[in-house]
């Protein structure tokens, strides 16, 4: 059989486009497994330091609970804060800035 020219480089051609589309959806999937897998190390990462922040503020909140005159230090800073909190949960169940707990995602 005669072939003729173009055809046959146009062939060439297109095989070496396969070829690099193959290489590039490989690489591709290994740079998508290695993110995946970066991304569950930051999200254990973030869980981890949520929980220490929660732990501190648990402390923080014990020790505050502990001073005389109770949350007394701080109504005096906050003004109108300490009426919101006296009509809400105990600050123990609520935490001592609710804002704050929001921020970090924490309920």
Known sequence: ???????????????SRIRQLTELTQS???ENAALGKSLAQRDSHIRVLREALAAAQARVEGVLARLPGGEEPTGEAEGEGEA???????PAAEGADPGARSLYGTT
Request: glycine content about 0%; cysteine-free.
């Open 1 to 15: 059989m005669v072939y003729d020219t173009p055809m046959l480089e146009d062939l060439d051609l297109l095989a």
């Open 84 to 90: 919101q909190t006296d009509n809400a949960s105990p």
């Open 28 to 30: 591709l999937r290994e």
